[in-house]
């Protein structure tokens, strides 16, 4: 045996206890198992809720409202207690499964969104998104222990299995780092392709020092419906030996020959380690693989793609190996399959539609890669707009570079595109029927031609002619800010943000002129728009449209880095300095260093109370609660 091989072998004894079944929770997902494989918890992050399965009788035994948007799951040990994830409230509840309640809320740090718990049940770990920390929870006195820092934008979370690691995954660079759980600190990292993004998820093999990422790689220089959004599964090796490669990743857009999956969401291993299921949200399908003894092969599909249900976002193996289970977010249910014939078992409704059908079905249509959203499947309107946030993306559009906005506050911000070149949600089929989607789109019949850069959509009227685009633009028009994480308190600002707050609004300084009412700008649908020259329209050679732009939001823009149409801002800081040589953008170069952070420190609190939810900018198309109360 060679030196490096047998190296190589004792790490992994060290490291990886040789008969270790992947456990109940050693993962992140939407969807857990009890480790005696009775029960499953799901959540339903579009109804604030979760629901627990007798696994048994395959019935849901009940919904339990937890909060808006949870996002991760985990039972502690076999139950009754389980711990959820709530993303937009920045708690951990603790919901009792038996009694049908939340029996505690835990205030947490900003963005909750992986956990997981210990097999003894003692401690559970969460991602913080935003803060990008890892927080310990004490789950016996119920509290935080402490905060370790992990990376950006941390979300995927799983525990190696001798628990004495746990891997984190960013979100938008499908970096993984491992943490050492004893000390809190970072002890390795393994970095991928400069395009690789959104990922979410992680599994590690319970034998082979192996972590199994699912993610997309956004390739920003290309507009085509083929060449832009690519489906990747990236294989870490944890104990790397000398010289090894250390993270391999695999195009699973051919993986199963001409066939293309979309948007790989989560992906499981069996308890065995024998095999790996992925699941791919944008095409509704997923692959079983074969877990190869080879670190050049890795994985060997079996069989053929497999149809699963309206957008799959978790995927589980029970303990015993004998089956899987699926949460079909927009079916809303899960459903439980043949682990080795994958032939469906079982439906379990979980909850209600959510919202309305119209938001449901616009839902539907902004997450698919099928037609006639796309007729190549790489691409769907969430591969860069996840659940409304940005993909982190600086695009080389044929106009010039265009950064992904979030869309949260879009009903009150029209009109649209950095260049207001479009005025309804609506204006979308010209992006799906484009070279970027190549779809044969939502609407009936022809649209003006687009020819060059002239802006047609605004006065092709697309509202109200087709119910899929309506559905469309009501979906887009539902996002909703929630409060910054740097202020004080509810309706509060710090010292400094106070004092940013009066430069902001002076005279002299002048950013109210443009960044105006409780959204943050002068945008108008009454025509003419109200378009500025802040002077950053010549710092892009490839630019066709500027230099004039509409005022955008200010409100979430703490977390959205880099700044500015073509993201040359990489920081608030740069947007009022660096980038702001000729005082075009307000008036910033007579401030001093200490008034630049004071400033900033405001823009960083935005919003610090939330904005109306009716304004006379806001649009007809949009999901108001009123409307659900009417139907029922
Ligand atoms: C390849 C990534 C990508 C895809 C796919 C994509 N978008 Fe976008 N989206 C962008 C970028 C980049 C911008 C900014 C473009 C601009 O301002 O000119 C944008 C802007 C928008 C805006 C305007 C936001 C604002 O505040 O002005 C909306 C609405 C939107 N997209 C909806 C959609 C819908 C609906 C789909 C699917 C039909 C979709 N997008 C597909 C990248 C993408
Ligand atoms: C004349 C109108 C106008 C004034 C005055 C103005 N802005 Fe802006 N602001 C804009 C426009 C237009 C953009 C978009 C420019 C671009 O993307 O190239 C913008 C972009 C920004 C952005 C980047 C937002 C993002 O999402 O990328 C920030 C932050 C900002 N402004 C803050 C300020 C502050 C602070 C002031 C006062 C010092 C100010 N602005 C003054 C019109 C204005």
Redesign the pocket.
């Known amino acids: 045996m060679s030196l490096r091989l047998s190296a190589r072998l004792i790490a992994a004894a060290l490291f990886f206890c040789p008969l270790c079944p992947v456990d109940a929770g050693s993962s992140n997902s939407l969807l857990d198992i009890t480790p005696d494989g009775q029960r499953l918890l799901v959540a339903n992050a579009d109804n604030g809720s979760v629901t627990v399965i007798d696994a048994l009788t395959n019935k849901a035994l009940g919904e339990i409202a937890v909060g808006d948007k949870p996002e991760g799951v985990a039972w502690i040990g076999n139950g009754p207690l389980a711990v959820v994830t709530v993303y937009n409230e920045d708690i951990v509840a603790f919901v009792d499964t038996n009694r049908g309640r939340v029996v505690e809320k835990l205030r947490v740090s900003d963005e909750p969104y992986g956990i997981v718990v210990t097999k003894d049940g003692s401690r559970a770990y969460v991602t913080h998104e935003y803060p990008g920390v890892v927080s310990e929870i004490d789950l016996g006195r119920r509290q935080v222990l402490r905060e370790m820092k992990a990376g950006e934008r941390v979300r995927g979370l799983a525990f190696s299995p001798d628990e004495k690691r746990l891997y984190v995954t960013e979100f938008y660079t499908g970096v993984l780092i491992a943490l050492d759980r004893e000390t809190g600190t970072i002890v390795d990292r393994w970095t991928g392709h400069s395009s690789d993004n959104l990922c979410r998820n992680v599994v590690v093999h319970p034998r082979r020092p192996k972590a199994y990422l699912p993610h997309i790689r956004s390739k920003i220089e290309v507009i085509d419906g083929r060449g832009s959004i690519f489906p990747q599964l990236s294989i870490c090796d944890l104990t790397p030996p000398n010289g090894q490669k250390r993270r391999t990743s695999f195009g699973m857009d051919t993986y199963n020959g001409v066939y293309v999956v979309t948007n790989p969401w989560e992906a499981a291993l069996s308890p065995d380690g024998k095999r790996l299921y992925t699941i791919y949200a944008g095409t509704n399908d997923m692959n079983i693989s074969e877990v190869v003894d080879d670190d050049y092969k890795e994985i060997k599909r079996v069989g053929s793609a497999v149809r699963i249900g309206q957008n799959p976002r978790a995927v589980r193996v029970s303990p015993d190996g004998k089956k899987v289970y699926i949460a079909n977010t927009l079916d809303f249910d899960v459903t439980v399959h043949d682990a080795g014939s994958m032939e469906r078992l079982a439906r379990i409704p979980v909850c209600p539609p959510p919202k309305s059908p119209e938001w449901v079905r616009g839902k539907i249509l902004f997450s698919t890669a099928n037609r006639p959203l796309t007729s190549r499947r790489w691409i769907a309107c969430a591969s860069c707009h996840p659940d409304g946030h940005s993909d982190g993306r600086v695009w080389q559009n044929p106009e010039g570079l265009r ?1 992904t ?1 979030a869309l949260m506050g879009l009903a009150h911000t029209h009109p649209l595109h ?1 260049s207001a070149d479009r005025d309804e949600v609506q204006d979308f089929e010209y992006t799906i029927r484009g070279r970027l989607m190549q779809g044969p789109g939502l609407l009936r019949g022809p649209l003006k031609p687009k020819v060059g850069f002239e802006p047609i959509e605004l006065s092709e009227d697309l509202a109200g002619r087709s119910p899929d685009l309506d559905a469309l633009a009501v979906y887009c028009n539902s996002f909703e800010f929630t409060l910054s994480p740097h202020i004080p308190a509810p309706g509060k600002l710090s010292v400094a943000a106070e004092r940013g707050r009066k430069l ?1 609004f002076c005279e002299a ?3 109210a ?3 105006s009412g409780p959204y943050y700008t ?1 945008s108008t649908l009454k025509k003419p728009f109200h ?2 020259d ?1 002077g ?2 010549k710092d892009d050679p490839s630019e066709k449209i500027g230099p ?7 409100l979430g ?1 703490y977390r ?1 880095a ?5 993201g040359k ?1 990489q920081t ?1 800081r740069d ?2 300095t660096t980038c ?1 040589p000729g005082d ?5 170069s007579h401030l001093q260093p200490q008034e630049i952070d004071d ?1 900033v420190a405001f ?1 960083k609190s935005l919003p610090y109370e939330l904005p109306p939810k009716e304004t006379p900018n806001t649009v007809k198309y949009r999901y108001r609660k009123e409307d659900k109360q009417r139907v029922q």
């Not at 004039?548 to 200010?554: A, E, G, S």
């Open positions: 950064k906005p950095w902001f300084v002048g950013c002129k443009c960044h002068d378009l500025h802040v950053t329209g004039k732009y509409d005022t955008p939001t200010l823009v959205t880099p700044y500015l149409h073509h801002a608030l947007v009022l702001n075009k953008h307000g008036k910033t400033l823009l």
